[in-house]
Nanobody, 126 residues
Framework: QVQLVEYGGGLVQAGGSLRLSCAAS????????MGWFRQIPGKERRFVAS????????YYADSVKGRFTISRDNAKSAVYLQMNTLTSEDTAVYYC???????????????????WGQGTQVTVSS
């Protein structure tokens, strides 16, 4: 069974940084594209970033481009999200997810992903 566990969230001041981690188990992580999403109460889950199985291709939402960096370590079955220059608008629960193999759905669509972690809260104080 696939399990994803996110950690590294917390409270940070505006302008600060956080690094989120997602530990994966139960599947062939090294052959799976991964994504990060975020969600605030009452709103739909929104795409943040994605990374290909080999780490060579990354994709970002416009709102985080230039500030966030997604990376992965296949040897550790982990994916990371380095978040810099945080603002209050980045406050959300952050989720990592595995992308369905062979799906034609865009990588920015939640429906393109099949397994999700429980999320980690990021709160940015202004």
């Amino acid at each position: 069974q696939v399990q994803l566990v996110e950690y590294g969230g917390g409270l940070v001041q505006a302008g600060g940084s956080l690094r989120l981690s997602c530990a994966a188990s139960g599947h062939t992580f090294s052959r799976t594209d991964m994504g990060w999403f975020r969600q605030i109460p009452g709103k739909e889950r929104r795409f943040v970033a994605s990374i290909s199985w080999n780490g060579l291709s990354t994709y970002y939402a416009d709102s985080v481009k230039g500030r966030f960096t997604i990376s992965r370590d296949n040897a550790k079955s982990a994916v990371y999200l380095q978040m810099n220059t945080l603002t209050s608008e980045d406050t959300a629960v952050y989720y990592c997810a595995t992308r369905r193999r062979g799906t034609p759905l865009p990588k920015s669509t939640p429906a393109a992903y099949d397994y999700w972690g429980q999320g980690t809260q990021v709160t940015v104080s202004s």
